[in-house]
């Protein structure tokens, strides 16, 4: 029995290592096959699941690798101390033999769908080097070369089913990842105390006052972009019930800054995302009202 305990307990370090649930955040390449209504061809379908499985993987490497960078950093962290190289369940040379294994399979993945992925790929790469190098010591522009990863994701999901990609999707998507950033960052100044510098060395130039304003100004620039997009894009002009979407998205966001503002959530955007109800809603039917959307539902008081 012991092998066997031994066996599921390092299954599941491995898991708590690449941290599937923060896949979610890769959902983002399908916004392009949705946008542009691609589902209705298996080959875009199959393209755009292989953008998200090249995305999991290379994330999923990060991961693990700024874990190995952060070992001594975790260990005096709250929570972050009980995640797996941290806590010593599993060894750095096991961290860096898995690390190694999913930037292969990542790039080998993007490499497949053509130039442009994998070029978006290595610049995604890039930017997660200069992160752990440099700039997640740096105030701000620690989270926004977070935020560039998440417009990265939504970039290579269009340049894998080879479609141009709306400049205010993007903006939208870059505010969101930008909201979702610095609340996270707020989150780990109030849990951290006095003691902020031990475990991120940017959080000692933040204050209080300055994350609650960012906060709010990306939440409302994520909000005002999306619904510029919903208006004035192509898509937007060909499809006029999009507008339908902005009712979830505005939500959602309202949604998730009462979260972080009432009970101090937005440390981990994705178990916010899978244990609020609200927000699972505001998906689902975000996703719901797109497709209608894009199938030609039509609103005549929309229409000229």
Not at 82 to 110: D, M, N, W, Y
Not at 127 to 144: C, E, G, S
Not at 195 to 209: I, K, M, Q
């Amino acid at each position: 029995m012991a092998p066997r305990s031994s066996g599921v307990a390092l299954i599941k370090s491995v898991v708590k290592l690449i941290r599937p649930k923060q896949w979610a955040k890769n959902l983002l390449v399908f916004a392009a096959l949705l946008f542009t209504a691609g589902y209705h061809h298996p080959d875009l379908i199959l393209r755009s699941v292989a953008a998200f499985f090249a995305m999991s993987m290379l994330s999923s490497c990060t991961y693990v690798f700024n874990d190995l960078i952060d070992i001594k950093r975790d260990r005096m962290h709250p929570k972050k101390r009980f995640r797996p190289l941290a806590s010593g369940a599993l060894s750095k040379e096991s961290g860096v033999a898995l690390g190694t294994g999913l930037l292969f399979a990542g790039v080998l993945v993007a490499f497949g769908l053509g130039k442009g992925p994998i070029v978006i790929a290595i610049v995604y790469l890039g930017m997660q080097v200069l992160y752990n190098w440099r700039l997640k010591h740096t105030p701000i522009a620690d989270v926004f070369t977070i935020a560039v990863g998440f417009v990265l994701r939504a970039v290579l999901g269009a340049a894998a089913i080879k479609v141009l990609i709306s400049g205010w999707l993007l903006f939208c998507t870059g505010a969101l990842a930008l909201m979702l950033g610095f609340a996270k960052r707020r989150n780990e100044f109030i849990l951290q105390g006095e003691d902020r510098s031990s475990s991120r060395e940017s959080l000692v130039h933040y204050n209080r006052a300055a994350l609650d304003a960012i906060v709010i100004m990306f939440a409302a620039g994520a909000a005002m972009c999306y619904g510029i997009y919903t208006l004035q894009s192509q898509t937007a002009h060909k499809y006029p019930a999009l507008i339908l979407t902005s009712i979830f998205v505005f939500y959602g966001i309202t949604r998730y800054i009462l979260l972080i503002f009432t009970i101090d959530e937005g440390g981990e955007p994705a178990d916010v995302l899978f244990k609020d109800r609200h927000i699972i809603a505001c998906v689902i039917l975000f996703v719901i009202s797109a497709v209608l959307a894009m199938s030609g539902l039509r609103l005549p008081i929309l229409e000229q």
